[in-house]
């Protein structure tokens, strides 16, 4: 493919969520790619994943599961999932600074970093999502979003990198990688949702700068898309 047709669908699996929709990733288990201490937080997530793998024999993970050490981290949870209680996190965090001057109290203190600085913070990105582009039929495009677009998941998107191939600036920090015409999806947009959440237009802030020019696109995208 030349210079002039450079251009991107992405690929990814579309859900409410993907921490939010433990059946997204039930159909197989052979691209699981995680260390071993990761296996029951994991598992933990999809049960039924899990029920079929052991009793699987060729599920490379099989014996893994039947440990005692597996069976003893069960409980445990990253810290995102709604039912996540925070003796089961995976990690708490420890401040043994002071907190005067920063908030009222320890427990305070401990909550805000974690709700910055660790999984609380993936907690409240998930929370905040929202269905950008409406998929029509299975496999069709979809966007959703958290707030201020500042994470977003996509299938079957449209990126049109073509001027990119003209320019010889360096591309860090700007804004005008899109424009009007380059991105798009095969769904239904809900225009008025996404541009409520144009308000942190800056580099590395947010989706925003590139999101701003997403259009419906007649057709649905397949490989080979024509421009």
């Known amino acids: ?43 933990r997530r999809f049960p039924k994943l899990e029920a079929k ?4 024999p060729g599920c490379e993970y099989r014996d893994a599961i039947s440990t005692d050490t597996f069976q003893s981290r069960k409980e445990l949870c990253w810290g995102y999932e709604d039912n996540c209680v925070e003796s ?25 970093f974690y709700a910055q600085g660790d999984f609380g913070f993936v907690r409240d990105q998930v929370r905040e999502m929202r269905i950008m582009c409406e998929p029509t039929f299975p496999h069709d495009s979809a966007l959703e979003c958290s707030k201020y677009l500042r994470f977003c ?45 144009l308000d942190h237009i800056s580099p590395l802030q947010s989706w925003g700068p590139e999101l701003r020019f997403f259009e419906t696109l007649p057709q649905p995208l397949t490989e080979g898309w024509p421009l």
């Open 53 to 56: 793998c052991q009793a699987d």
């Open 88 to 112: 089961s996190r995976f990690s708490r965090p420890r401040c043994p600074g002071s907190h005067k001057g920063y908030v009222k109290s320890k427990e305070t203190q401990l909550e805000t």
């Open 1 to 43: 493919m030349g210079l002039s047709r450079v251009f991107l669908i992405a690929l990814a699996t579309f859900g409410t969520t993907l921490c939010d929709n433990p059946r997204a990733f039930e159909s197989d288990y052979h691209f699981i790619d995680l260390p071993k201490s990761h296996l029951p937080l994991y598992f």
């Open 153 to 197: 998941r996509g299938r079957n998107i449209m990126m049109n990198f073509t001027d990119l191939a003209t320019r010889n600036e360096p591309l860090r920090y700007k804004m005008d990688v899109l424009s009007q015409g380059q991105i798009g999806g095969h769904c239904k947009l809900h225009r008025e949702r996404l541009e409520n959440e």
